[in-house]
């Protein structure tokens, strides 16, 4: 694979660094693993894997990636690290498994960071990127370089340690709106100056990268590719920091749909049927689901291209035009981005063979132990549900790879409620040291009975701030899926969980949050990469 191609675009995923630093989107390192081969099959160029120097949980992240999805014939695998040398090790070292390594090192460039975030003066940062970026280049050599707040730093200052940071030997160049502050023809603008005004910039790649503030990450960026830019930076579903990042499906998609519209901007002609990005748009459905679950967080109805209501058609007048003729108010297939017709696929004398060759056919690749466990929820569910769907197979495998340490083991849940009876719940927990105790509550409704209940034997003080259910396909069987989010001393954990029955899903969903709650306070302090002050250079 070629990711230095400049007649398509490249698509730097970074789901599992800043999509992951959306609040209560923390994953694990199993669960960032999945993520991170459901990537690759997705087709992305580039993983950004996480900030090695961040936490020992994210060194070891990088690293497993590094070492199982980095092969010879999938994507580069990138570390983030902040232009000091000790994260650039830490990146080196995380990443030294992986075929095509690329350490992304940042220093901010804007004069409100220097002033107030770095306390450094300009000169001081023009000399730090090319050190850095030369040091990361003894490691590696795919180095990426990015001012951070580049749309609000002076242009003229970015002109020059762009200049030095390629002079010093970076390949890539990504040029970010941290804050989402800029316009599309202000961001278009910005990459069209820096094309005419950084001498050697023929030797690095453009790459953009934006924050949603505004909504307008996806459009900054496709003016941006009309400006020379080449790689995008995004995450599924445009999670995270704030407002999130552009979002992958959407750029994906515009490009694929109104590829006649980019093409000259490519060199190409309008009508050249070559695919814009290498990503197979037929993941796409799959890989939202599958982040959305374990991040817990939820896609909204309306959001483009992956939203539930994406494809729906509502109104009398569009679904007459559609029946008439697709094109009429439809601009793109749904089975382009891999929503099938939810067929019926697999039932209660379904085999294990059938059961394995679905998933295979889905995309899933299950280790033995995994579909050990996913068979027998499988043939628990084929007992109340006549009808196994994809979407049914899908969210049992999400359910069983998400994998929230399990400190304390729902072992039993029962709820007693009816118009005229006081919700009551009683639950039986394994705690983490093997004794099995038993609780019950009365709650507003059966819900708040079991959580309260939980709370009881749990004890780990906590704030509910979302509940969700949602089913995962139509019928009265449906199986639901909850995802919740809790806060404890301001930072928030999320939990999903599907079942048939809501009361059990909405039981272990809880107990998935508060496992990750507490095995937070047995670990230490994450690092943020751009909130935490900088290490001394050297
Ligand atoms: O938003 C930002 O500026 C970043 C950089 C680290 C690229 O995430
Ligand atoms: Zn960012």
Do not use: W
Not at 4 to 19: E, N, P, V, W
Not at 365 to 385: H, I, V
């Amino acid at each position: 694979m070629n990711t230095q191609a400049s007649d398509r675009i490249i698509i730097f995923d970074t789901t599992l660094r800043d999509g992951e630093q959306s609040p209560g989107a923390t994953l694990n390192v199993e669960e960032k693993l999945t993520i991170a081969r459901q990537l690759a099959r997705l087709g992305v160029d580039v993983i950004e894997a996480g900030f090695p120097f961040a936490s020992p949980g994210d060194f070891e992240a990088v690293t497993k990636i590094a070492q199982q999805v980095g092969t010879p014939d999938g994507p580069t695998i990138c570390g983030l690290a902040r232009a000091t040398k000790q994260d650039i090790e830490a990146a080196a070292k995380a990443l030294a498994p992986a075929a095509k390594p690329r350490i992304h090192t940042f220093i901010a460039t804007s004069d409100i960071h220097l002033e107030y975030k770095l306390k450094k003066t300009r000169q001081e940062v023009l000399q730090i990127a090319p050190e850095m970026v030369a040091y990361a280049k003894s490691f590696v050599d795919d180095v990426e370089f990015s001012p951070e707040d580049a749309g609000r730093s002076d242009p003229e200052f970015l002109y020059q340690v762009l200049e030095a940071a390629i002079a010093a030997g970076a390949t890539t160049v990504n040029i970010p709106d941290t804050v989402g502050y800029t316009t599309p023809a202000e961001f278009g603008a910005l990459i069209k100056g820096i094309k005419d005004n950084v001498p050697n910039i023929d030797r690095a790649i453009i790459s953009v990268h934006g924050h949603n503030d505004l909504g307008l990450a996806v459009a900054n960026f496709l003016e941006a590719i009309k400006n020379g830019a080449r790689q995008l930076e995004c995450t599924i579903n445009g999670i995270g920091e704030r407002a999130g990042n552009a979002a992958l499906e959407e750029l994906v998609m515009a490009l694929h749909v109104r590829r006649q519209y980019f093409n000259p901007f490519l060199g190409r002609p309008p009508e050249s049927e070559a695919p814009l990005t290498r990503i197979d748009t037929r993941q796409i459905y799959k890989t939202s689901r599958l982040v959305s679950n374990l991040t817990g967080m939820l896609v909204q109805p309306n959001k483009a291209i992956v939203g539930a209501n994406a494809f729906a058609h509502e109104s009398g007048i569009h679904q007459d035009g559609v029946l008439k003729h697709k094109l009429t108010y439809e601009i793109m297939d749904a089975q382009s981005i891999g929503l099938n017709d939810n067929q019926i696929v697999l039932g209660k004398h379904s085999g294990r063979n059938a059961f394995r060759t679905r998933l295979k056919e889905l995309g899933f690749e299950l280790s033995e132990q995994e579909l050990n466990r996913a068979f027998l929820r499988f043939k628990e569910m084929a007992d109340k549900k006549k009808e196994i769907t994809d979407r049914d197979l899908e969210a049992i495998v999400n359910d069983e790879t998400q994998q929230a340490p399990e400190l304390f083991k729902l072992e039993h849940v029962q709820v007693s409620c009816g118009d005229h009876a006081r919700p009551t719940a009683t639950v039986i927990i394994r705690t983490p040291n093997g004794e099995e105790l038993m609780d019950a509550a009365i709650g507003t409704g059966p819900v708040d009975a079991v959580y309260k209940a939980i709370n009881r034997v749990v004890n780990v003080p906590n704030q509910l701030i979302e509940y969700s259910v949602q089913s995962v396909t139509a019928g009265i069987d449906a199986l639901g899926e909850v995802t919740i989010r809790l806060k404890h001393n301001d930072r928030i954990f999320s939990g999903h969980a599907a079942n048939t029955d809501i009361i059990v899903a909405s039981a272990m969903a809880y107990m998935s949050a508060l496992n990750r709650l507490s095995a937070s306070l047995q670990s230490g302090k994450v690092l943020h990469p751009q909130h935490d002050a900088a290490q001394p250079v050297g």
